[in-house]
Nanobody, 120 residues
Framework: QVQLVESGGGLVQAGGSLRLSCAAS????????MGWFRQAPGKEREFVAA????????YYGDSVKGRFTISRDNVKNTVLLQMNSLKPEDTAVYYC?????????????WGQGTQVTVSS
């Protein structure tokens, strides 16, 4: 089992920045690819970003490319999501996930989510 706890959400104006953090505990964190997903009210869950176990490879959803950056610290067992140039359409609950592979993140472990609200 891997336990994931997100933090760092909040209310920000459009154009602003937020940094989300996901703290992991349980099994060896560095073995797991990690990712961020989000879900807005009335919408399907959307892939945001993912990072390989080593941190060498990163992947982004089209809607956040060039604005968001995912990183990880395998010593501190954390994954960060730096979000810049935020838009109202980025408003959602953001979830951290850990899985056996990048492709199977959604069938792995999940955090409880953190709310991000971007005002126009």
């Amino acid at each position: 089992q891997v336990q994931l706890v997100e933090s760092g959400g909040g209310l920000v104006q459009a154009g602003g920045s937020l940094r989300l953090s996901c703290a992991a505990s349980g099994r060896t964190f560095s073995n797991y690819p990690m990712g961020w997903f989000r879900q807005a009210p009335g919408k399907e869950r959307e892939f945001v970003a993912a990072i390989s176990w080593s941190g060498d490879s990163t992947y982004y959803g089209d809607s956040v490319k060039g604005r968001f950056t995912i990183s990880r610290d395998n010593v501190k067992n954390t994954v960060l999501l730096q979000m810049n140039s935020l838009k109202p359409e980025d408003t959602a609950v953001y979830y951290c996930a850990a899985g056996s592979t990048i492709a199977t993140l959604e069938s792995g472990f999940w955090g409880q989510g953190t709310q991000v609200t971007v005002s126009s």
